[in-house]
């Protein structure tokens, strides 16, 4: 019994300890990355739209194969019915088999084949290129999703900081009132700003928490009350996409976006479906084959006796009716459209006008990207500024609530006074960590246009 009981508390320990193993997983940024790109619902949707055009393209080749079809019957005729081997009116119950075999291929039919499987290739160009935009978009998103628990977390720390040093704040206070130092109004504002510190306290939490949620719902995960992620110290350094002219960044990007590709693959997809519409307005040319053969179940009349009668035999062998009653049928046909209600002309119309458009999107797609990387490379420069002005603010407040400190230590400062110096230090910290990881996500955007992967792979 004692070494049951040993067995169950070593086995209930054991998984207590995967247990916290499991709980204490913390997450990087490349892993984060690499389960989004393999789990993420709409790049699941993309790839399945890829192999969608995969197996189009399988059609588009299989309309140059011939088509061949097999067909048989077997009936059953009671009464009087034309034995459709002699051509006589019997009355007796008569079973037939018929089989067949029919073939045709296109020889000819405007080109509309070939076409259809250029218009397939680029289909599968364009799906990867969906495919290759959506997993850039999660990683981008992945990406600011984690920095901006990085910078919940930081801020948090700093509200706890804050909090811890009004409480003893707090306390002292609680002291020199006692010795009749300082008045009771000071102590009540000092627990009026504690109050205030718990809950920004709360607000932080909450936000981190929030955060978190949003990471792990885009990461598709179902446990997402022990998702955490690993710390990591970014430090804002210089960026050489950044020294770039944004001339040169745009002319990379026209290089490295698939936006432009989608764009112009959805151009070329389009001149291929004007060319298919318009080859149904010249004559399509099929061959075709056909084989048939049959057999019946029944007496046949061989002749007529001395008496006049018939005389009735067996119906040959199978094999041997059908050797006798096979034929072959084969040739080619002309097919010349004339009329046809105008679906060929307003098909050949409907084409062109998508032609059109497709044109209208890849010159609005040249012109999104180039606005797109002036708004990121005028963000990123807003932002390094930004957080160098939060920079300076930072070090300016440092030295003023250490000036406050000490006026307030010796009596020259009320409580009100030190509290409004040491909030506006602790927003000062918060503006720089928020400064900081928007200049990181943003320098990242611009570098991303140029061709740099958001995650480096390793």
């Known amino acids: 019994m004692k070494n049951v009981g040993f067995k169950i508390i070593f086995l209930f320990t054991l998984v207590l300890g995967f247990s916290s193993q499991a709980q204490s997983k913390k997450w990087t940024i490349q892993e984060c990355v690499d389960y ?48 459709i081997t002699t051509g006589l009116l019997e009355n007796q119950t008569t079973q037939f088999t018929s089989a067949g075999l029919n073939s045709s291929i296109d020889i000819y039919n405007g080109l509309q084949n070939q076409n259809r499987l250029r218009r397939a290739n680029l289909s599968i160009l364009s799906s990867q290129y969906q495919l290759t935009k959506m997993k850039d978009d999660i990683s981008l998103n992945v990406a600011n999703a984690f920095l901006q628990i990085l910078f919940n977390k930081e801020n948090l720390k700093v509200q706890k900081e804050q909090l811890a040093n009004d409480e003893k704040q707090q306390k002292r206070s609680e002291e020199l009132v006692a010795s009749g130092v300082v008045p009771r109004g000071d102590l009540l504002d000092v627990k009026a700003t504690v109050a205030a510190d718990k809950q920004r306290v709360v607000a932080a939490e909450n936000t981190l928490f929030l955060s978190k949620l949003s990471l792990a719902q885009l990461l598709q995960l179902d446990d997402f009350k022990d998702f955490d992620i690993a710390d990591a110290d970014y430090e804002v350094k210089p960026s050489a996409t950044m020294l770039e002219t944004p001339e040169a960044i745009i002319a990379k990007a026209k290089q490295e976006r698939v936006e432009l590709k989608i764009a112009k693959a959805n151009l070329e997809i389009a001149e291929k479906d004007f060319k298919i519409a318009k080859g149904a307005f010249q004559p399509s040319l099929t061959g075709f084959y056909s084989f048939s053969t049959r057999a019946s179940y029944s007496d046949r009349i061989v002749g007529v006796d001395g008496s006049g009668n018939l005389i009735f035999s067996g119906p040959l062998s199978l094999f041997d009716q059908f050797s006798n009653n096979k034929g072959h049928n084969f040739g080619m046909q002309l097919n010349i459209p ?13 084409s062109k006008i998508a032609l059109e458009r497709s044109k209208t999107v890849e010159k609005q797609a040249t012109l999104d990207l180039e606005r797109n990387v002036y708004t990121a490379i005028t963000d990123a420069k807003g932002a390094l500024n930004a957080y160098e002005s939060a920079t300076t603010t930072l070090e300016a407040r440092k030295e003023a609530f250490n000036y406050a400190k000490e006026k307030y230590a010796v009596g020259m400062m009320n409580s009100f006074d030190y509290n409004q110096a040491q909030l506006l230090y602790a927003n000062a910290q918060s503006e720089v960590i928020r400064t900081k990881y928007d200049y990181i996500f943003k320098v990242k955007v611009v570098e991303f246009y140029f061709g740099i992967p958001i995650i480096e792979n390793k």
Request: charged share 15%; net charge positive.
């Open 36 to 83: 989004a790109l393999k789990n993420n619902i709409s790049i699941k949707q993309t790839d399945l739209d890829a192999q969608t055009t995969a197996i189009s393209k399988k059609d588009a080749i299989g309309n140059f194969l011939p088509t061949i079809n097999a067909n048989a019957s077997h009936s059953w005729n009671i009464g009087l019915n034309q034995n």
């Open 338 to 350: 004339i009329l046809n209600g105008f679906s060929v002309k307003n098909n050949v119309e409907r």
